[in-house]
C-alpha cells in the first residue's frame, strides 16, 4: 500500500470515476493521501466547450450541474477530443463515499505566468484547476 497517490489532470477525463476512486482509496495505506489536480469544471463549460461558445450565458449555467461530456479544441491536432464535464460537488461525493476525507480544496485561477499567451490573457483570474488533498479514513 502507499503512502500518497497523485492524479493530476487525470480524473475528468475518466467515465468511470468511481471505480477510479474507489482504486485510489484502495491502494493508499489508512491516515495516507491522495492529491487530485483537475480542469475546474467552470473552465471547461466557458472556455473550451466547442458548443458553449456559441450558447448565451444562461444557457451555459443550466448545464453546470449536469453530468455530459464537451468536445473541446485545447488539444492540437485532435479535431474530436472529449471530456467529461461534472460538477465540483460529484467529485466530492465520489471521494466521501469511497472513504476519502477532504482535507483542502484549492482553486487555482489563471494568473500572470499563464497569460504571456494570449488565448490566457483574455481569461485572467478565470479558476482554471481544482486541486484536492485528500485523506483516507
Do not use: W
Request: proline share 5%.
Amino acid at each position: 500500500f502507499f503512502d500518497t497517490v497523485l492524479s493530476y489532470c487525470v480524473i475528468m477525463d475518466v467515465f468511470d470515476v468511481n471505480s477510479t476512486v474507489k482504486e485510489m482509496a484502495r491502494v493508499l495505506k489508512s491516515g495516507g493521501e491522495a492529491h487530485v489536480a483537475m480542469v475546474q469544471t467552470l473552465y471547461n463549460l466557458f472556455f473550451n466547450d466547442k458548443k458553449a461558445q456559441s450558447e448565451p450565458l444562461n444557457k451555459r449555467l443550466e448545464r453546470y450541474l449536469k453530468n455530459e461530456h464537451l468536445e473541446v479544441d485545447t488539444v492540437p491536432g485532435f479535431a474530436h477530443f472529449v471530456v467529461y464535464r461534472r460538477p465540483p460537488s460529484f467529485y466530492i461525493n465520489m471521494f466521501i463515499q469511497n472513504g476519502l476525507e477532504i482535507k483542502k480544496m484549492i482553486e487555482v485561477p489563471i494568473n500572470e505566468k499563464m497569460s504571456n499567451d494570449p488565448k490566457y490573457a483574455a481569461r485572467m483570474n478565470a479558476p482554471v484547476f481544482m486541486y484536492f488533498i485528500l485523506h483516507k479514513l
